[in-house]
């Protein structure tokens, strides 16, 4: 049985990737803090290890001790407002794992990498409006940039075998952020922000670890695969489709000018500061918010893995939202 370990496995997409590779038959370790929640982490075949990333010596006794097959680094920081945490946790967390995987010799068969669409930033910056590999990267935002310094760095070690994951926006059951969209819906507004639809692209989160196990699984080495659904929605399609899924018939629809958002987003995150609270409307939010495609090059996903989408948008929101329903997230 191959030992995995798998870090980041408290939040949204940590749950669904130890599932998964538990159904695989993998020996799954799920790295976890003292104060992380653990309640979709009930599986008795989970072994739960805590792992302080600034240690690098508590991290080589680690892999010495563990000798892990293969290793998901799926913890990541998405929000908050001090722009050196995300360079820690995204970048100097990763490059610690790395030099204590090399220094203790327990270099895994795979290293798998969760990043994000964002290391590469809008679509629009390329020049066909596509995100390739090619792409020169341009992120919008300090979670795109730190993402991107923890690439770079992965890529410059030829020592490890790795696979780098791209995700786009992530949904489905459990997950927090979009919600706030669903729940606005829900309760009768649409909001769009500028006067232009944005070109959106979304993943399921039960598509994505398929992915991300399957790459981890698979031979091949350094590859670095950008993950979508394979289509592109507008945002005015994403809103509407939403509402289907919530049954709703009509709602508010309202398009806000970008210069309105920036200043909402603003002060947002500057009330956020006074309550000690971290926005989902913030400056960084704004940025993404902004940017007028989100359209990426999944091609090599069909060509490596096989790779076809379960879910379009429309059954992931129905399941996701029955999901919201259930658990009285939603009324
Ligand atoms: N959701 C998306 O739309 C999306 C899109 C692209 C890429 N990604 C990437 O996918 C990965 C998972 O995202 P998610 O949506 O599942 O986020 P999430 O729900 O916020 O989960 C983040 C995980 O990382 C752990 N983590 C955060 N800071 C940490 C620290 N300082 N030390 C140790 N562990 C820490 C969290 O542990 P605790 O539970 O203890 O806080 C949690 O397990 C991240 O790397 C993210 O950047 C997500």
Redesign the pocket.
């Known amino acids: 049985m191959q030992k995995i370990l798998i870090?980041?496995?408290?939040?949204?997409?940590?749950g669904f990737l130890v599932n998964d590779a538990i159904n695989r038959g993998l020996e799954v370790y799920a790295a976890?803090?003292k104060?992380?929640?653990l309640q979709n982490l009930k599986d008795d075949r989970i072994n739960f290890i805590f792992i302080d990333?600034e240690d690098k010596e508590s991290l080589k006794e680690i892999f010495f001790k563990n000798n892990f097959d293969l290793i998901i680094h799926?913890?990541?920081?998405?929000k908050t407002p001090i722009k050196e945490q995300y360079f820690n946790?995204n970048a100097t967390y990763l490059e610690n794992m790395v030099e204590a995987l090399i220094e203790s010799n327990t270099i895994p068969s795979k290293f798998t990498f969760?990043s994000?669409?964002a290391a590469y930033g809008p679509a629009e910056y390329t020049t066909n409006g596509l995100l390739t590999e090619d792409s020169e990267p341009h992120p919008v935002t300090n979670y795109g940039r730190s993402?991107l310094q923890a690439e770079r760095y992965l890529k410059s070690k030829s020592e490890i075998n790795y696979t780098i994951i791209r995700?786009t926006?992530?949904y489905g059951p459990r997950?927090k952020d979009l919600f706030k969209v669903y729940d606005l819906i829900n309760k009768g507004i649409e909001l769009t922000v500028g006067f232009t639809d944005q070109k959106l692209t979304f993943i399921y989160v039960k598509d994505l670890v398929r992915v991300i196990l399957d790459s981890t699984l698979d031979s091949r080495k350094n590859v670095a695969y950008f993950v979508s659904d394979l289509e592109i929605y507008s945002s005015t399609l994403y809103n509407e489709l939403i509402r289907k899924a919530l049954g709703r018939k009509r709602s508010f629809k309202l398009r806000l000018p970008i210069p309105l958002v920036k200043i909402l987003g603003f002060i947002a995150e500057k009330a956020g500061k006074l309550t000690g609270s971290y926005p989902a409307l913030n400056i960084e939010k704004v940025n993404e918010l902004e940017a007028k495609s989100w359209n990426c090059d999944s091609k090599n996903l069909i060509e490596d893995l096989n790779f076809k989408p379960t879910y379009k948008l429309s059954d992931g929101l129905e399941e996701s939202i029955a999901w919201y329903r259930k658990h009285n997230w939603l009324k």
């Open positions: 870090t980041g496995a408290s939040g949204f997409v940590g976890v803090r104060s992380s929640n990333f799926n913890a990541g920081l998405t946790v969760i994000s669409l993402k995700p926006a992530v997950e």
